[in-house]
C-alpha cells in the first residue's frame, strides 16, 4: 500500500516535497515511480527510480527541476520540486514496480503505466503564478 502526501499550493518558482510511504512492503524491492493528471489531461510520467536507488529517470519537462529519492530505512520514496512552473499543477501519484531489471531495459517501459503494480491515492499539487 502507497500513501502519497506533501501536495498544496506554491507560488510560481518556489518548491515543494511530496513523499510516498510504502506498508507491507520494503520499497528497495520495487522501482518506484511519481506519475501526475492534471485537469482534463491524460495521466504521465515524471520520474522513476529502480530498487535500491541505481537508476533514476526523469521526464524532459521536470528534469533539472525535479528529484526523485528513495530512503529504505524509512520506507518512503520523495520527490523534490524546485522552480516549479503552473504548468506543474496535478495530481501527483505514486506507483510502484514489481517488473524488477526488465523495467530498466526500456525507457518506454519504465514510463508507462501499466508496468505499475501498485498505486497511491494522489496528492493535489497547485501552482499559483
Known amino acids: 500500500q502507497l500513501q502519497a502526501s506533501g501536495g498544496g499550493l506554491v507560488q510560481a518558482g518556489g518548491s515543494l516535497s511530496l513523499s510516498c510511504a510504502a506498508s507491507g512492503s520494503s520499497v528497495s524491492a520495487y522501482s518506484m515511480a511519481w506519475f501526475r493528471q492534471a485537469a482534463g489531461k491524460e495521466r504521465e510520467f515524471v520520474a522513476a527510480?529502480?530498487?535500491?536507488?541505481?537508476?533514476?529517470d526523469y521526464a524532459s519537462s521536470v528534469k533539472g527541476r525535479f528529484t526523485i529519492s528513495s530512503n529504505s530505512a524509512a520506507n518512503t520514496v520523495y520527490l523534490r520540486m524546485n522552480r516549479v512552473d503552473t504548468e506543474d499543477t496535478a495530481v501527483y501519484y505514486c506507483?510502484?514496480?514489481?517488473?524488477?531489471?526488465?523495467?530498466?531495459?526500456?525507457?518506454?517501459?519504465?514510463?508507462?503505466?501499466?508496468?505499475?503494480?501498485?498505486w497511491g491515492q494522489g496528492t493535489l499539487v497547485t501552482i499559483s503564478s
Open positions: 506507483a510502484a514496480s514489481s517488473f524488477g531489471s526488465r523495467l530498466w531495459v526500456s525507457m518506454r517501459a519504465r514510463r508507462s503505466e501499466n508496468k505499475y503494480d501498485v
Open positions: 527510480v529502480s530498487w535500491r536507488g541505481g537508476s533514476l
